[in-house]
């Protein structure tokens, strides 16, 4: 289902973080661990693969697709 789809993606981004030389504190890594929106997943990879080991891990996981964001609906 879909959750054995996510399982693959969390494991991805979180071993790129790490890679990208991040450090996965418990709270960020319990977050990705527990997100099951896939569009959310791949936007906090995008996210990373553009962003500097400097750049605060809580900014680039906050900074991306927000699931409850409907300020653009009209």
């Known amino acids: 289902g879909l959750e054995q789809g996510?399982?693959?993606?969390?494991?991805?981004?979180?071993n790129m973080l790490e890679r990208r030389g991040f450090e996965l504190d418990e709270t960020a890594r319990g977050r990705i661990e527990s997100c099951k929106d896939p569009e959310q997943l791949e936007s906090w990879y995008e996210a990373a693969c553009s962003a500097t080991p400097d750049t605060p891990l809580v900014e680039l996981l906050e900074s991306s697709h927000r699931e409850t964001d409907t300020t653009d609906v009209e």
């Open 6 to 14: 996510l399982a693959p993606l969390r494991r991805v981004l979180c």
